[in-house]
């Protein structure tokens, strides 16, 4: 499988994300300056950058964790708006894993996984809970399963915020740094669960550091640079001729050590 | 995975710990350095570690000899328990009148209620402690145990009112006693806390409006006494109602104090709310729950867990408070005792009076304390990190 053959199958695919010059800024900071970026569906995008580049802002400007203030970001047809039933609508198909997990403490593993099923998709309850098991064992932990989050590792919990995620069939995954919180140790058990899943096809944008996941699974690369995209391209290209002098600074200093 | 978790539980314990030690198990082979201690050890280390820890605990232990002492001679040696009158009882100076508390303490109990009627506030006080009491078990929290409060509350409007089922009526002029004190202090606070917990959120709530008037009630309410705020219910509001409407001086009470409670418990349920990271609103948000489920499912249970100790200290302070409304002559526990201090046949009996409502009162907030000791204890061992 050749990054050629993976792209040309993308150009053919419906357009999942699309943010068409996007602006946000924090009081005075401009955060996001005239980002664009186009994901089709079942692509798969990594987003590197020193630290206050923008990457997490501008993923959580797609389920609407963030607002923008100018340009238009659409997300599987629908429009960002101040529209409350619209953005509910939006994080019902956009699944999200945090750095830090944020799974519900006062909650069962289970009970994690299908609250949202439950209230929010309206699935009878069994249901929901045969859709998580059969998650949990994808995650490769169902014995957790009642168990509370405080009782897990670092690796297990973001195993069950994935599934829990999973868990309302989002046609798109966000990860925000998923394996920046984590012992070395439980990095490899995370990503394998997440290549797993990119390799099911899923439309995933994730911002995170591991540039060896980059290069086995991403279609693209972005880098970010002090609020903008300065440049993206295949893995292959990226990492062996970085164009712009900023990109080869920042993989000299991450892939040096 | 401890080797416990995956052993069989029908194991004998003594297997158990041969299996253990076979194992490995640390826990089995290594015991702590020294000692469980026991009383003398215990004592050794926290009474007499130093000349100084020893001369302190000689002298407090001293002090608190002779004042028991004091007491028991007081309360059990010297006192009257049998007497007809006060005479008996006054001519035994030295002692405590228990036969004072024999005779008084079903007025205390029941203050001005019509006597032969008395079983009605019994059955009341009852019923009311027994839905406490069951109240406390968290398997019962369910829609059941509201359908349980608002069928209790509506057989104790009925039996304290009477005026059906061929039950006299009684007006509120006449109660007294416990059955004022429980029912001012449950049904304030359980009209108060749904109130609190909307204040709480409306104070934080980005509507500018909503913000303000939650901002504004609490800040009004927490800015005047309580006491000034009863005497404004019962003396200044009737002048405000148009004439021949009277709303019920018990009634007026009630409300008061459910406001002046709703706007404290609000600050309290606030500082909960403050602590649950944003992370929790954030993971919520992005799996698509409305507000009011995340509200309800996600923030409120971790918010009112984290503030159970300072929610039943102001539990507790407004069990008490309820005494205030002797200021507006309603005849709660305190001031049915009171009255029978000043009973011409009975009088000058204090001691006993307090001492008697001070346990009465001590029962009810102590049983509340280690209620909350436990249901946080409870809480907490599922998920402790």
Redesign the interface.
């Known amino acids: 499988m050749s990054t050629a053959t993976a792209a040309r199958n993308l150009d053919a695919s419906p357009v999942a994300i699309e943010l068409r010059n996007v602006n946000k800024w924090y009081g005075q900071f401009h955060v996001l300056t005239n980002v664009n970026l186009t994901v089709r569906k079942g692509e798969k995008v990594v987003v590197c950058g020193p630290s206050g580049s923008g990457k997490s802002t501008m993923i959580r400007c797609v389920?609407r964790?963030e607002e923008h203030q100018t340009g238009d970001i659409i997300v599987d047809g629908m429009t960002l708006t101040n529209d409350v039933k619209g953005v509910?609508?939006i994080?019902?198909e956009?699944?999200?894993v945090?750095q830090?997990f944020?799974?519900?403490?006062?909650l069962t593993v289970l009970e994690n996984l299908t609250?949202?099923p439950i209230?929010?998709r309206k699935m009878p309850k069994k249901e929901a809970e045969d859709l998580a098991m059969m998650l949990l064992k994808r995650v490769r932990i169902p014995e957790q399963a009642l168990k509370?989050?405080?009782?897990l590792s670092g690796g297990q919990q973001q195993r069950v915020a994935i599934a829990?995620?999973l868990c309302?069939r989002p046609k798109i995954m966000l990860f925000d740094e998923p394996t920046s919180a984590l012992d070395p140790e439980m990095v490899k058990e995370v990503l394998d669960v997440m290549i797993e899943l990119a390799n099911e096809g899923m439309t995933m944008i994730c911002v995170t550091h591991e540039m060896g996941f980059a290069r086995s699974v991403a279609d693209n690369v972005v880098f970010m640079d002090r609020g903008e995209i300065v440049e993206m391209a295949a893995p292959t290209e990226f990492f062996a001729n970085p164009k712009s002098e900023r990109t080869r600074l920042f993989l000299s200093q991450i892939l040096s050590h | 995975m401890s080797i416990d978790q995956t052993l069989p539980g029908s194991l004998a314990p003594e297997d158990k710990a041969n299996l253990q030690a076979a194992a490995g198990a640390p826990e089995a082979i290594v015991a702590p350095p020294g000692g469980t201690g026991g009383p003398v050890l215990w004592m050794r280390k926290n009474l007499f570690g130093s000349l100084r820890d020893s001369i302190i605990t000689v002298l407090l232990g001293a002090v608190l000899l002779y004042v028991g002492w004091g007491f028991f001679k007081w309360a059990v040696i010297g006192a009257t328990w049998t007497a007809q009158t006060a005479d008996a009882c006054r001519a035994n100076a030295g002692g405590a009148c228990w036969a004072y508390l024999v005779e008084k303490a079903p007025f205390m109990l029941y203050g001005t209620y019509p006597f032969e009627e008395r079983w009605r506030p019994t059955i009341v006080s009852l019923l009311i402690i027994a839905m406490l009491v069951s109240s406390c078990d968290r398997r019962m929290w369910n829609w059941r145990l509201a359908a349980m409060w608002v069928v209790g509350f509506a057989v104790s409007w009925i039996l304290m009112f009477g005026g059906v089922f061929g039950l006299p009526y009684v007006e509120t002029g006449l109660w007294g006693g416990l059955p004022v004190t429980l029912i001012l202090s449950v049904v304030a606070l359980a009209a108060a806390f749904p109130m609190a917990i909307l204040l709480a959120l409306g104070r934080r709530s980005n509507m500018p409006a909503i913000k303000a008037l939650c901002v504004g009630f609490i800040e009004l309410i927490r800015g005047v006494p309580l006491i000034s705020l009863l005497i404004m219910a019962s003396v200044m509001l009737p002048l405000f109602l148009p004439e021949g409407v009277t709303i019920d001086k018990f009634l007026r009470a009630l409300v008061a104090f459910s406001l002046f409670a709703a706007a404290y418990l609000a600050e309290v349920i606030r500082g909960g709310l403050q602590a649950i990271?944003k992370?929790?609103y954030?993971?919520?948000?992005?799996?698509?729950?409305?507000y009011r489920?995340k509200t309800q499912?996600?923030i409120l249970?971790?918010a009112l867990?984290l503030v159970i100790p300072p929610l039943v200290n102001t539990f507790i302070g407004f069990f008490k408070d309820t005494s205030l409304v002797y200021i507006i002559g309603i005849y709660d526990l305190l001031t049915a005792g009171e009255s029978a201090v000043k009973d011409p046949a009975w009088r000058g009996f204090a001691n006993e009076t307090y001492l008697f409502l001070a346990a009465v009162y001590f029962i009810f907030c102590f049983s509340m304390s280690r209620y909350s000791q436990y249901l946080e204890r409870d809480l907490n061992k599922?998920?402790?990190?």
């Not at chain 1, 944020?102 to 006062?106: A, T, Y």
């Open positions: 389920n964790l509910d609508a994080r019902r956009v699944g999200m945090f830090q944020n799974l519900f403490p006062h609250l949202a209230w929010v509370y989050p405080g009782q829990r995620a309302m | 990271p992370g929790q954030e993971a919520a948000d992005a799996l698509g729950l409305s489920l499912m996600i249970p971790q867990r599922s998920h402790r990190r």
